[in-house]
């Protein structure tokens, strides 16, 4: 079983500069979740996915940020016109339909710096 | 207004013997409640979970248990091993019934030192 995949792991950029990560869930998991962490945080959840519609956003996701999903399969999180708060780890999990208990698996995450 | 709380950032606990985490949540619409363990440089890896018609749950070593009345959960490392040092996490979510939201809310994190 192939575990929730993120490219790049990392990821160097200049303040103002636009970056797109990747996220590649678990194979037959309809459900694709994006979070923030930041340090000594805890993941913040920015927005949700159920196949390609995207159900829920949280107030954190700005119009900076856009994320989707188009075939249902991958996703991508772009933002433009990075600032420095936006450095942080972006994670990605993936979740079953199937049962109402079915936990969400997490990706190793991207790593963005802003400079 | 933190919503899921870890109120102990460190605990140090002897090989062996037992460690126990604790967490407690503020919105009575979580239904579900899980626990992540964290290495540095890795994402969250799920170790178990409990929804809101359980009281307790067991998986090997670990064992959560789930407080309603007193919005507390917490969990049981018996015994506890050296490899199990990490950053856990406690989650929630209003999921399980179908009614709300699948977000997770994360507490800060406990870091587990096991020493040898």
């Known amino acids: 079983d192939t575990g929730v995949s993120q490219n790049p792991r990392h990821k160097i950029t200049k303040r103002g500069q636009n970056v797109t990560f990747r996220c590649d869930p678990i194979?037959?998991?309809?459900?694709l979740y994006w979070y923030r962490q930041t340090l000594g945080q805890g993941p913040e959840f920015l927005t949700y996915f159920q196949n390609e519609a995207q159900l829920e956003k949280s107030r954190l996701l700005s119009d900076r940020f856009s994320a989707e999903r188009p075939k249902g399969s991958f996703s991508t999180l772009e933002i433009q016109r990075t600032e420095q708060g936006d450095s942080a780890m972006y994670l990605c999990?993936?979740?079953?339909?199937?049962?109402?208990?079915?936990?969400?698996?997490f990706g190793d995450g991207t790593r963005l710096s802003i400079l | 207004d933190q919503q899921v709380k870890q109120n102990s950032p460190s605990l140090s606990v002897q090989e062996g013997r037992i460690s126990i985490l604790n967490c407690d949540y503020t919105?009575?619409?979580?239904?579900?409640f899980l626990w992540y363990k964290k290495y540095p440089a890795e994402g969250p890896t799920f170790l178990i979970s409990?929804?809101?018609?359980?009281d307790k749950n067991e998986d090997g070593r670990f064992t959560v248990f789930l407080n309603k009345s007193a919005k507390h959960l917490s969990l049981h490392i018996v015994p506890s091993q050296p490899g199990d040092s990490a950053v856990y996490f406690c989650a929630a979510s209003a999921g399980y019934s179908g009614a709300g939201s699948y977000q997770l809310t994360f507490g800060k994190g406990t870091k587990l030192s096991v020493i040898p």
């Open positions: 999990a993936s979740s079953s339909g199937r049962a109402r208990d079915q936990p969400q698996h």
């Open positions: 194979s037959e998991h309809n459900r």
């Open positions: 919105n009575s619409m979580f239904d579900y």
């Open positions: 409990i929804s809101s018609i359980k």
